[in-house]
């Protein structure tokens, strides 16, 4: 699994940021550059995506390994603090952690995710992840980015092409997206009663998390509902809840404005020594 890593390697106070389904770890460059004078900051791209390898059993892109992965990861880490932020699926892998008796996560940030995914918001990802493309030139890759990523609300033309431009590789004479497109092989698989197991067990990490939590939800989210939003928190660890208007599924953390909030957070999580 490759990470990208941020600040003093000796600094033991660390942030681990993890990403979305489709996403890799160069989405919290701005985050990162923020956070990184007084944390260590580590991103690492989720097996599958960006440059880690590729598993060779599609069935295995699920939850328990990528949490497995990532405990292994924080192992290597030897971090005295670990704040975790999660956007999406890495904040799936958050709870799973988090939820763990012997949890190492001191402070816990979820971008747009709770222990219960609105159907429509999985519909729609469904639509798209792992579906075939190619594209002649970074900038048509990046439109067709822009076409299924309406929700991560307004970004200046730059912007939107530093979180684009790491999603590709070279292929031939063009560009494809940098990632297995069997992680979608998950969602073939999910029937009616899988989900309702799976949001049990995810509602059963939550409340059983003690670190202090805030959960991030954009105020056009179709994949973190309200009614799930405060039901995060008003049980389990009592999240602060901090709504984003403007934006959908899911903030992406590059305003000024969300990575305040998420430095804020964590500062006050973990104060300095």
């Known amino acids: 699994m490759a990470y990208w890593e941020w600040g003093d390697a000796d600094n033991p106070d660390v942030v681990v940021c993890v990403h979305g389904l489709s996403r890799q770890g160069r989405d919290f460059d701005v985050l990162a550059r923020a956070l990184a004078p007084r944390w260590r900051v580590v991103c690492p791209d989720v097996?599958?995506?960006?440059?880690?390898?590729?598993?060779?059993?599609?069935?295995?892109?699920?939850?328990p390994q990528y949490v497995a992965d990532m405990v292994t990861?924080?192992?290597r880490l030897r971090a005295c603090r670990l704040a975790w932020?999660?956007?999406s699926m890495g904040g799936l892998i958050g709870i799973g952690i988090a939820g763990l008796a012997s949890s190492p996560i001191d402070a816990?940030?979820?971008?747009?995710?709770?222990?219960?995914i609105?159907?429509?918001?999985?519909r729609r990802i469904a639509g798209y992840v792992g579906q075939p493309a190619h594209f002649a030139s970074l900038d048509d890759g990046a439109r067709y980015l822009w076409s299924i990523s309406?929700?991560?609300g307004q970004h200046t033309a730059e912007q939107w092409m530093a979180l684009?431009?790491?999603?590709?590789?070279?292929?031939?004479?063009?560009?494809?997206?940098?990632y297995d497109p069997r992680i979608s092989s998950a969602f073939a698989a999910l029937d009616a009663s899988a989900a309702q197991s799976g949001e049990q067990a995810l509602w059963g990490l939550y409340d059983a998390i003690r670190?202090?939590?805030?959960?991030?939800?954009g105020a056009e989210s179709d994949i973190l509902a309200a009614a799930t939003a405060a039901a995060m928190a008003a049980r389990g660890p009592r999240a602060v809840l901090h709504e984003i208007g403007g934006v959908g599924h899911a903030p992406t953390l590059v305003a000024a404005d969300q990575v305040d909030t998420v430095t804020a957070f964590i500062a006050g999580s973990l104060p300095a020594r």
Not at 47 to 61: A, N
Not at 108 to 116: E, K, Q, W, Y
Not at 164 to 178: I, K, N, Q
């Open 150 to 152: 309406q929700g991560f």
């Open 118 to 122: 609105a159907p429509d918001g999985l």
């Open 164 to 178: 684009s431009r790491p999603m590709f590789v070279a292929d031939g004479d063009g560009w494809r997206l940098h």
């Open 85 to 87: 932020v999660g956007t």
């Open 108 to 116: 816990l940030v979820l971008n747009d995710i709770g222990p219960a």
């Open 73 to 75: 990861l924080l192992a």
């Open 47 to 63: 097996v599958g995506r960006g440059r880690s390898d590729w598993l060779e059993q599609p069935f295995q892109y699920q939850l």
């Open 211 to 217: 670190a202090p939590t805030l959960v991030l939800r």
